[in-house]
């Protein structure tokens, strides 16, 4: 028997080509620091459809409840997009987040040193290390809140409601206050409590949680305030924790300062061991086949799961290395600039298991 048991879902478009690369990094990993891992596939978001006939079929849910993690490409693309919006790939992703328990999302914006330029941001402004922690509430809030259409004075109206119970605010805070533990020991908290009540408890409830972690310097920033200072002074924050659409956004914004879509991963965690991993790009429709797709997020994934479910941190740390010792001299079409190798994703995928 192996010694881990991880469930691929491939998914569509440049999904089954970076999660190959992925797949043989971690090959390459497993036998560098001796263990085992074995695999199974499952069917997720528009394959899971043209198959099965939904984007997240029970068999899916089932094989991934069995698995040690979760390692998935991505989903979605133009020949599912005239379903209705509970039949399309992303009602599989939801689907799975909320199966699975994922609670909380993880984003790094992280840039590797030679990738500075892709930045828009100055340099003086990112400095040489900018590595800030996104710890996102992903199960509750607005997205999952009471929703509905009416009249009001006669015309159309629609309302939707952000809610969060303490143990939800509670569980969340408490990932990114083991997170911050492990980093810099600094959390920003980021709410609307100026304004929202649902905030106004999340605000108490970070605070009387922040009594169990004396050593993490807490502070609190208006959402509005928190987006405008990702730009000014990001190399303020370590660990930043907030709700699920407040999250969404300011990640995206984050993610958009360290520059390339093709080089961010993520991590989605359930409390327990399992969790599930993901580039944050989708599925690449317009290079989808063409061989030209960066696979080193999904690869960076890996190195994600390999800490924070398998608890190799080595192995990891190995990952992220052989990451940034590559992009010292190739590239990947998207992250392309003159002076360097122009490589495609499986020669990317073959490099960083030569750099381990
Ligand atoms: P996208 O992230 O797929 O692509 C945006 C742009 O970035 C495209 O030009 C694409 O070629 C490029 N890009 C993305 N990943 C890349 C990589 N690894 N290497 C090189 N270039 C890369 O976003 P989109 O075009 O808005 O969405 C396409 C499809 O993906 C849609 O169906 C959308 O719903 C879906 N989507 C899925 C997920 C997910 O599975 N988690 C996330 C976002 C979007």
Same mark, same amino acid.
């Given at each position: 028997?192996?010694?881990?048991?991880? =469930?691929?879902?491939? &998914?569509?478009?440049?999904?089954? %080509?970076?999660?190959?690369?992925?797949?043989?990094?971690?090959?390459?990993? *497993?036998?560098?620091?001796?263990?085992?891992?074995?695999?199974?596939?499952?069917?997720? &978001?528009?394959?899971?459809?043209?198959? =099965?006939?939904?984007?997240?079929?029970?068999?899916?849910?089932?094989?991934?409840?069995?698995?040690?993690?979760?390692?998935?490409?991505?989903?979605?693309?133009?020949?599912?997009?005239?379903?209705?919006?509970?039949?399309?790939? %992303? @009602?599989?992703?939801?689907?799975?987040?909320?199966?699975?328990?994922?609670?909380?999302?993880?984003?790094?914006?992280? !840039?590797?040193?030679?990738?500075?330029?892709?930045?828009?941001?100055?340099?003086? !402004? !990112?400095?040489?290390?900018?590595?800030?922690?996104?710890?996102?509430?992903?199960?509750?809030?607005?997205?999952?809140?009471?929703?509905?259409?009416?009249?009001?004075?006669?015309?159309?109206?629609?309302?939707? =409601?952000?809610m969060y119970t303490v143990p939800e605010i509670e569980r969340i805070a408490r990932v990114a206050f083991e997170m911050a533990m492990k980093?810099?020991?600094?959390? =920003?908290?980021?709410?609307?409590?100026?304004?929202?009540?649902?905030?106004?408890?999340?605000?108490?409830?970070?605070?009387?949680?922040?009594?169990?972690?004396?050593?993490?310097?807490?502070?609190?920033?208006?959402?509005?305030?928190?987006?405008?200072?990702?730009?000014?002074?990001?190399?303020?924050?370590?660990? !930043?924790?907030?709700?699920?659409?407040?999250?969404?956004?300011?990640?995206?914004?984050?993610?958009?300062? *360290?520059?390339?879509?093709?080089?961010?991963?993520?991590?989605?965690?359930?409390?327990?061991?399992?969790?599930?991993?993901?580039?944050?790009?989708?599925?690449?429709?317009?290079? @989808?086949?063409?061989?030209?797709?960066?696979?080193?997020?999904?690869?960076?994934?890996?190195?994600?799961?390999?800490?924070?479910?398998?608890?190799?941190?080595?192995?990891?740390?190995?990952?992220e290395d052989a990451v940034a010792k590559v992009l010292k001299t190739h590239r990947t079409p998207d992250i392309y600039e003159e002076g360097?190798?122009?490589?495609?994703?499986?020669?990317?995928?073959?490099?960083?298991?030569?750099?381990?």
């Amino acid at each position: 028997m192996s010694d881990y048991r991880i =469930t691929l879902l491939k &998914g569509d478009g440049i999904g089954p %080509e970076i999660v190959d690369q992925a797949v043989k990094v971690l090959d390459k990993t *497993a036998e560098k620091f001796g263990f085992t891992v074995e695999y199974d596939e499952a069917l997720l &978001g528009g394959c899971a459809i043209d198959a =099965t006939g939904v984007p997240l079929p029970e068999e899916t849910v089932a094989k991934c409840k069995a698995s040690d993690s979760v390692l998935l490409g991505a989903v979605g693309g133009p020949k599912w997009d005239t379903l209705p919006g509970s039949n399309r790939p %992303e @009602a599989g992703l939801l689907g799975i987040r909320g199966a699975l328990g994922l609670f909380a999302n993880l984003r790094p914006s992280v !840039i590797f040193g030679p990738l500075k330029s892709a930045s828009p941001i100055k340099d003086e !402004i !990112i400095g040489d290390n900018m590595d800030i922690l996104i710890v996102r509430e992903l199960t509750g809030g607005i997205y999952f809140g009471e929703r509905g259409r009416k009249e009001v004075d006669g015309k159309p109206a629609a309302w939707d =409601t952000e809610m969060y119970t303490v143990p939800e605010i509670e569980r969340i805070a408490r990932v990114a206050f083991e997170m911050a533990m492990k980093r810099n020991k600094k959390l =920003t908290s980021v709410d609307k409590a100026n304004v929202l009540e649902s905030s106004r408890l999340w605000r108490e409830t970070v605070i009387r949680l922040s009594a169990e972690y004396p050593e993490v310097e807490l502070n609190h920033l208006y959402v509005d305030n928190a987006a405008m200072q990702l730009v000014r002074n990001p190399k303020q924050f370590d660990v !930043i924790v907030t709700s699920n659409i407040f999250g969404d956004i300011l990640s995206d914004e984050a993610s958009m300062i *360290a520059g390339s879509i093709g080089m961010l991963a993520s991590a989605s965690l359930s409390g327990g061991k399992l969790g599930l991993y993901e580039p944050i790009h989708g599925s690449a429709p317009d290079i @989808a086949g063409k061989g030209i797709a960066n696979p080193l997020a999904t690869i960076l994934s890996v190195a994600m799961m390999l800490r924070y479910s398998l608890n190799r941190l080595e192995a990891a740390q190995a990952i992220e290395d052989a990451v940034a010792k590559v992009l010292k001299t190739h590239r990947t079409p998207d992250i392309y600039e003159e002076g360097f190798v122009k490589v495609g994703c499986e020669e990317m995928g073959d490099l960083v298991c030569a750099a381990l």
